[in-house]
């Protein structure tokens, strides 16, 4: 345990640029040298991911992608312990129907009798009801000693402690397909982008992000024409950066100031931009401007895109995201604070400042301003993005925190 | 002038007073206007000074005035070049052969299309020089040269005084009466009268804030910040993109305006547009002051048929961020453009009420008053 609590201490003081694969990797350490009972494995995998998971969160709160994937991982490990569990029920019944024909075969063999399935069925993570909160204790002592034969109780023994080491093995697989999810999702997404850009196109986009990069290189490589308007996205100016990206692969580029997006986007065929997070409602967090430029596209009818690898979608609904879901960042970005010292005095008979500077760093961009979500598993609309939380998150996990254990 | 058509580009570049090179990457959408390199232009204007015989030292001073940027604001070019036109009639004396009416307007017209070279007409500098050529035009012939001079010094004296700075006491009086205590106002980027509005309602005694909008390249609105501090009102400041951020805050939005087109679309400040439609989405009144001899019978339905260019380098370059300025030796580059608009076209919906010196109006009235009030020029 000392090893994990270091990687997680150097990793939240590093959380400002923390990514999601970053999460993922710190995630699978944790598992890997997590010692688990041999039984209620998959309970204390989850006990110690929410632990970590926890202080990630608290780290960052603004920072949704490491939540989604502290949430994405506890629903591997429920969904990983499911199928096992049920898999060991299948192998029972099988070894059920055969018990009359072959009673002597069952020394050596792997099935388990059906006591201990019982008791596996039980240390398996059930939806909390009365009956489990009542049956809080180990497990293991509950375990009735059958009239079995001594090899049968070395079966189990040894059926379990190969289960436990599965069950980690499997997780810590899953956590490395998700890892490579992540990292190829911008692959997968710029695949689709020959289905949307067609020849002699103007596209518009703000601020710079790799997904939309790569988007546009690959609608490139596939030889359609277009050109792109390119807003600077104040106070980072990211959208020089990207200007340069997209010149030096021989794409059209006019770089334009953020004031100038409305006199632009008549003349713009499709907004194409990248997010920060993608609520449960459809709506979206992006760098700061966003919502002017969704507006701006409404009243002009242009198609706003947006896309998002899927493990930005969180399970969570934004209430006053504005403000919750937001980032002030240093008034230094905006205003010299040598030019202006003078206005910074705190002058008026109440002893507040006269002068304040506000520097979001995100934006909430609501659903109905939204035309179409790209994610790696497709295109899809806003008022569907609340199933895809099924897919990918289980709803005893929207809150990380630990629940007390009773009787400690 | 149109400037994709190659003969009349060619026929004023013979005409012209200085150099002035095209700018080399020029975006497509704006080929039917001006855009120019903009790094040599003053200093090749200042060296020009002792070999221009016959321009007037003041309109020269102007001249330079616009190219340095010196001079900005619909107000404050305007009013600088009828000063320097009051000058060149008092200086006036009319060569022999030749009628005053005739030389003055040509005269005039030459100087004029100097300060075109320098920096395109603002829309109010335009009705100005309408006004005074059909001032010259109506004098009567029995006038002696000296009367006729004073008559033309007292027009403009007249026209300044009545149509830019009385007309600016009516405004700020009229939408002193639409702030009220607790008030959050917001304006974009830096206005005279929109100041003059919040400055006169402090000094009344009302309790407000303000909220300041500014944006690259020029950041104008940081000087108005400056003298609203200075002055004692409590301010915010941000920049554009975090407009949807403070909307929330914000009861009344004060804008001020180049001119107003007779379809009611309001020609201003690039980025005037992006801070009305906000407003509307959040069902913020949005109020535009503007002097009504800034109102104009042409119309427009967007921001790209006509606009002016400025400084591409503007935009290559941010002030104070060397990891962003390593695009600046780029400017070259063949499928990089800098596009740096200088205004833009705010649709009538988004504007609530314009606050003239003939009154709080609709958009919908701006025809009515430039067709009323604007024949024979009079000066009511």
């Known amino acids: 345990?000392?090893?994990?609590?270091?990687?997680?201490?150097?990793?939240?003081?590093?959380?400002?640029?923390?990514?999601?694969?970053?999460?993922?990797?710190?995630?699978?350490?944790?598992?890997?040298?997590?010692?688990?009972?041999?039984?209620?494995?998959?309970?204390?995998?989850?006990?110690?991911?929410?632990?970590?998971?926890?202080?990630?969160?608290?780290?960052?709160?603004?920072?949704?992608?490491?939540?989604?994937?502290?949430?994405?991982?506890?629903?591997?490990?429920?969904?990983?312990?499911?199928?096992?569990?049920?898999?060991?029920?299948?192998?029972?019944?099988?070894?059920?129907?055969?018990?009359?024909?072959?009673?002597?075969?069952?020394?050596?063999?792997?099935?388990?009798?059906?006591?201990?399935?019982?008791?596996?069925?039980?240390?398996?993570?059930?939806?909390?009801?009365?009956?489990?909160?009542?049956?809080?204790?180990?497990?293991?002592?509950?375990?009735?000693?059958?009239?079995?034969?001594?090899?049968?109780?070395?079966?189990?023994?040894?059926?379990?402690?190969?289960?436990?080491?599965?069950?980690?093995?499997?997780?810590?697989?899953?956590?490395?397909?998700?890892?490579?999810?992540?990292?190829?999702?911008?692959?997968?997404?710029?695949?689709?982008?020959?289905?949307?850009?067609?020849?002699?196109?103007?596209?518009?986009?703000?601020?710079?992000?790799?997904?939309?990069?790569?988007?546009?290189?690959?609608?490139?490589?596939?030889?359609?024409?277009?050109?792109?308007?390119?807003?600077?996205?104040?106070?980072?100016?990211?959208?020089?950066?990207?200007?340069?990206?997209?010149?030096?692969?021989?794409?059209?580029?006019?770089?334009?100031?953020?004031?100038?997006?409305?006199?632009?986007?008549?003349?713009?065929?499709?907004?194409?931009?990248?997010?920060?997070?993608?609520?449960?409602?459809?709506?979206?967090?992006?760098?700061?401007?966003?919502?002017?430029?969704?507006?701006?596209?409404?009243?002009?009818?242009?198609?706003?895109?947006v896309l998002a690898g899927s493990h930005k979608l969180c399970p969570l609904y934004p209430h006053n995201p504005e403000v919750l879901l937001n980032e002030l960042r240093s008034p230094s970005e905006l205003l010299d604070f040598g030019e202006f010292s003078d206005c910074m005095d705190f002058g008026s008979g109440s002893g507040s400042p006269l002068l304040h500077v506000v520097n979001p760093a995100f934006d909430y961009v609501p659903p109905k301003l939204v035309s179409l979500f790209i994610t790696d598993a497709g295109g899809h609309n806003p008022s569907y993005m609340y199933r895809l939380i099924a897919d990918y998150y289980s709803a005893d996990d929207l809150v990380v925190q630990r629940r007390a254990i009773a009787g400690n | 002038m149109q400037f994709d058509d190659q003969g009349r580009v060619n026929k004023s570049k013979k005409r012209a007073v200085f150099n002035q090179p095209e700018a080399k990457n020029r975006v497509e959408l704006f080929r039917h206007l001006p855009q120019y390199e903009h790094g040599s232009q003053l200093t090749d204007l200042e060296s020009k000074f002792l070999e221009l015989d016959s321009m007037h030292p003041a309109v020269y001073k102007v001249g330079v005035q616009y190219l340095a940027g010196d001079v900005t604001g619909g107000n404050a070019r305007c009013i600088a070049m009828l000063r320097a036109f009051q000058e060149v009639i008092n200086d006036y004396s009319t060569p022999p052969g030749k009628t005053l009416v005739r030389d003055l307007t040509a005269k005039i017209s030459s100087y004029v299309s100097f300060l075109i070279e320098c920096r395109p007409l603002s829309m109010s500098m335009g009705n100005a020089i309408r006004f005074q050529k059909s001032r010259i035009a109506k004098l009567p012939l029995t006038l002696s040269e000296t009367e006729a001079k004073a008559a033309l010094c007292n027009d403009i004296d007249r026209f300044i005084n009545e149509k830019i700075i009385l007309a600016d006491k009516v405004i700020v009086r009229h939408a002193a009466t639409k702030v009220r205590d607790g008030d959050v106002l917001l304006t974009y980027g830096s206005s005279c009268v929109v100041e003059m509005i919040l400055l006169y309602a402090h000094e009344l005694g009302k309790q407000f804030r303000v909220v300041v909008v500014d944006s690259r390249p020029k950041h104008e609105g940081q000087a108005l910040l400056r003298r609203l501090l200075a002055k004692g009102l409590s301010c915010t400041y941000t920049h554009i993109n975090a407009v949807s951020y403070i909307m929330h805050e914000v009861t009344r939005v004060f804008l001020g305006a180049s001119s107003v087109l007779s379809n009611g679309t309001t020609y201003s400040r690039v980025g005037t547009a992006c801070v009305a439609m906000v407003a509307h989405a959040f069902r913020v009144p949005v109020l535009i002051c503007c002097e009504a001899y800034k109102f104009h019978e042409r119309v427009q339905l967007d921001s790209i048929c006509s606009n002016e260019l400025g400084d591409s380098n503007d935009i290559a370059r941010v002030p104070g961020r060397p990891d962003v300025n390593s695009m600046d030796n780029r400017t070259n580059e063949k499928n990089l453009q800098f596009l740096n608009l200088m205004y833009d076209a705010t649709p009538s919906e988004y504007v609530s009420m314009i606050i003239t010196d003939y009154g709080m109006i609709p958009p919908t009235s701006v025809p009515v008053i430039v067709r009323e009030y604007r024949r024979e020029y009079l000066l009511i």
Do not use: W
Not at chain 1, 116 to 141: F, G, H, I, K, W
Not at chain 1, 232 to 239: I, L, S
């Open chain 1, 1 to 305: 345990m000392p090893d994990t609590q270091a990687l997680v201490m150097t990793f939240l003081t590093s959380l400002k640029n923390a990514t999601a694969r970053q999460t993922a990797e710190l995630l699978r350490s944790v598992i890997s040298q997590q010692r688990v009972p041999y039984t209620n494995q998959a309970g204390a995998l989850i006990d110690a991911v929410k632990a970590v998971g926890e202080q990630l969160i608290a780290a960052n709160p603004v920072e949704l992608a490491v939540g989604n994937i502290v949430r994405r991982v506890l629903h591997i490990i429920r969904e990983e312990d499911l199928s096992l569990t049920t898999a060991a029920i299948g192998e029972l019944n099988l070894s059920a129907v055969s018990d009359d024909e072959n009673d002597d075969d069952r020394d050596g063999n792997t099935t388990l009798s059906a006591a201990a399935v019982a008791a596996a069925a039980r240390s398996t993570l059930r939806p909390p009801s009365l009956q489990t909160l009542l049956e809080d204790t180990p497990v293991s002592a509950a375990v009735p000693q059958t009239s079995s034969s001594g090899g049968d109780s070395e079966g189990k023994t040894a059926d379990k402690s190969s289960r436990s080491r599965k069950l980690k093995h499997d997780v810590i697989e899953a956590v490395n397909e998700l890892i490579q999810d992540i990292v190829t999702c911008h692959e997968q997404i710029a695949e689709q982008a020959v289905e949307h850009i067609h020849q002699n196109e103007v596209i518009l986009t703000l601020g710079s992000s790799r997904t939309v990069s790569e988007f546009l290189f690959a609608a490139k490589e596939k030889k359609r024409s277009f050109r792109v308007f390119v807003a600077e996205g104040a106070p980072r100016y990211q959208g020089h950066l990207l200007a340069k990206e997209l010149v030096a692969r021989g794409l059209q580029t006019t770089l334009i100031t953020d004031s100038a997006v409305f006199a632009m986007i008549s003349r713009v065929n499709m907004v194409i931009v990248g997010a920060h997070a993608v609520m449960a409602n459809g709506g979206v967090i992006a760098p700061v401007g966003m919502n002017l430029v969704a507006l701006a596209a409404q009243k002009h009818a242009v198609p706003f895109v």
